[in-house]
């Protein structure tokens, strides 16, 4: 079993859908998570950051972590054609583990006007 | 700043080729990391380094090669490329400080093709 899995899609939704992206995982060690979003042919950049579990909210973004369930969401309201992207989710165990991220295969995302 | 520096943008190599993909960053970060991804895959750990002098193998080391003679500097060497390193490789970096040594910092990439 992958530490990380996330459905790779495509998911393809309308503009001003809500769209809901998720990830399980399975070491209870995680502590941090974040969301990357990938434009084609471009290095990853990071869209949201959170610790432990709990909501966080940035503009039309929300993400969740649960970690009972030992999973993540990241929801986008109001979803434009610019979201269009794909999003890796990541998290890390934090403390000495030197800033090792592990990484989600990432979900593709096309919105449609 | 320019942030995570990545060069070349684009390579074809011929098999047992070898080559340095060069990387570099200019927010003084003490830790360094390389990627591969491949297409529906998400990113791999090559090697990554935590300061100058100092680097470690990740998930998948084999055919790979680092070295950090500086902060600012973190090259990739190739020895003798085959097709299974085709792929699109990612620099990145970070602080390293407490709390937020996992918010990572990523480059624009390179896109080897190996033939």
């Known amino acids: 079993q992958k530490e990380v899995e996330q459905d790779p899609g495509p998911l393809s939704v309308p503009e001003g859908a809500i769209v809901s992206l998720n990830c399980t995982y399975s070491n209870s060690a995680f502590q941090y998570f974040m969301w990357y979003r990938q434009y084609s042919r471009k290095g990853p950049e990071l869209l949201m950051y959170?610790?432990?579990?709990g909501n966080k909210e940035d503009g039309r973004f929300t993400a969740q972590v649960d970690k009972s369930s030992k999973y993540i969401s990241l929801f986008i309201r109001d979803s434009q054609p610019s979201d269009s992207a794909t999003y890796l989710c990541a998290m890390s165990p934090g403390g000495s583990t030197l800033g090792r991220l592990y990484f989600g295969r990432g979900t593709q995302l096309t919105v449609w006007p | 700043n320019a942030g995570v520096t990545q060069t070349p943008k684009f390579r074809i190599l011929k098999i047992g080729q070898s080559m340095t993909l060069q990387c570099a960053q200019d927010m003084n970060h003490n830790y360094m990391y390389w990627y591969r991804q491949d297409p529906g895959m998400g990113l791999k750990l090559i090697y990554y380094s935590v300061g100058a002098g100092i680097t470690d193998k990740g998930e998948v080391p084999n055919g790979y090669n680092v070295s950090r003679s500086t902060t600012e500097d973190f090259p990739l060497r190739l020895e003798l490329a085959a097709p299974s390193q085709t792929s699109v490789y990612f620099c990145a970096s970070t602080t390293g400080h407490r709390y937020r040594d996992n918010e990572q910092f990523f480059g624009p990439g390179t896109r080897l093709t190996v033939l």
């Open positions: 959170t610790y432990s579990s």
